[in-house]
Structure formats: structure tokens, C-alpha cells
Nanobody, 120 residues
């Protein structure tokens, strides 16, 4: 059973920083693209950033220059460093990964989400 577990959310003042982590566990053969998504109240889930297994990154325009996505392939871990946070960054942040398990087919996995709240 493959699982993604996020951590690192919390309450921060505008202009502050947070670092989110996501740990993938279970019978994992390979992890392809990993990413962070977020969903604010009353809005659709949106892409924040993605990173390939080779380290190529992609960011939403709204977070470029402020957020940095990274991963540790040896630890099956994903990170998101968020600087210069704004109240509009308030959302539940979800970890996503395209995973090939040892005993199954390639699938898209999601974590349970971690709340990030930025106060003005």
C-alpha cells in the first residue's frame, strides 16, 4: 500500500516562510513526477509546482520567485519551501506523485493535505 504523508503546515504572518514535506512510503518501485497542489475555500484545486525525477521544475505564475520545490529521490521525499508568504497563499496543500509500485500498476497518489494559513 503506497501512502503520501504531508507535514509542515501551520499559521504564519504575511512575509514569513514555511517548509512543507511529503514522505512517500510503501512498496514503491519508481516515482516519476511529484508535485504540490493547493485548494483554498470555495476554489478548485490548483497546481503549485511540479518536479520530475531528474529535477526539472515547473511553477504556477503566482508562486514563481517565492516558492522552491525539491525532492530527495533516495528518501522518496518531496519538499516545498515557501518564502514571502501572502494571505492569498492560504489553502490546504496536497502532495501528489506518479508512482509505480512493485506489485501493481502506475497510479496517481495524493496525500491527505496540510493546512497553510497566512495572516495579514
Amino acid at each position: 500500500q503506497v501512502q503520501l504523508v504531508e507535514s509542515g503546515g501551520g499559521l504564519v504572518q504575511a512575509g514569513g516562510s514555511l517548509r512543507l514535506s511529503c514522505a512517500a512510503s510503501g512498496s514503491i518501485f519508481r516515482i516519476n513526477v511529484m508535485g504540490w497542489y493547493r485548494q483554498a475555500p470555495g476554489k478548485q484545486r490548483e497546481l503549485v509546482a511540479t518536479i520530475t525525477s531528474g529535477g526539472s521544475t515547473n511553477y504556477a505564475d503566482s508562486v514563481k520567485g517565492r516558492f522552491t520545490i525539491s525532492r530527495d529521490n533516495a528518501k522518496n521525499a518531496l519538499y516545498l519551501l515557501m518564502n514571502s508568504l501572502k494571505p492569498e497563499d492560504t489553502a490546504v496543500y496536497y502532495c501528489n506523485a506518479d508512482i509505480v509500485p512493485f506489485n501493481g500498476f502506475r497510479n496517481d497518489y495524493w496525500g491527505q493535505g496540510t493546512q497553510v494559513t497566512v495572516s495579514s
